[in-house]
């Protein structure tokens, strides 16, 4: 058998990835981290046309780490040397009491469904759709929804409208 003591791991360039104290201790030196990371909510409520899949525009960003969520396009874009296995969460709410019979929350990845639950609106109803993925540098991850109640439906705002996602490794 065989022990190999050591008190820093560095990669090829110099940089620690895994420091120890000598007292078992062991830390990332700040090299293994969860980034990008992004989290946006929606201030002002968005209209979901009817029989039609509607990206949300999330205008209230919470935090950015690689400013790589783009509120106009509601996108996130995986930053150059970013490519990973990515976390993604959104969660979408409608302003309506009235029933209808589908209301979809859907995770896409360069316009293609990746995930989607679907639900029945019946008072305000919420729906959640998270999603583990492979992505490449350049990626782009948005969340929509889709509702046929007959017309249109406007979405609720602040925490009953959320989209977030982040790099797991």
């Avoid at 008190?7 to 830390?27: C, F, P």
């Avoid at 969860?34 to 039609?52: C, M, R, Y």
């Avoid at 979809?104 to 469904?113: C, E, R």
């Avoid at 959320?162 to 790099?167: D, E, P, S």
């Amino acid at each position: 058998m065989s022990i190999l003591k050591v008190n820093t791991i560095q990669d090829k360039g110099g940089n620690n990835l895994l420091v120890s104290d000598g007292a078992g201790t062991i830390s990332s030196g700040g090299a293994i981290t969860n980034t990008p990371s992004f989290s946006v909510q929606l201030a002002n409520s968005q209209s979901l046309t009817n029989n039609t899949t509607s990206v949300i525009l999330f205008d209230t960003i919470n935090h950015d780490t690689d400013s790589a969520y783009d509120s106009s396009t509601g996108e996130f874009t995986v930053p150059t040397g970013k490519a990973g296995k990515y976390y993604f969460c959104g969660h979408i709410r409608t302003g309506t009491t009235t029933d209808f019979g589908r209301f979809a929350v859907i995770l896409q990845v360069n316009a293609s469904t990746k995930a989607s639950v679907n639900n029945v609106n019946r008072d305000e109803d919420s729906a959640v759709v998270s999603l583990v993925i492979d992505l490449n540098a350049g990626d782009q991850v948005r969340l929509a929804a889709f509702q046929n109640s007959g017309g249109d439906v406007s979405t609720k705002t602040a925490d009953n409208m959320m989209f977030m996602g982040f790099k797991l490794i």
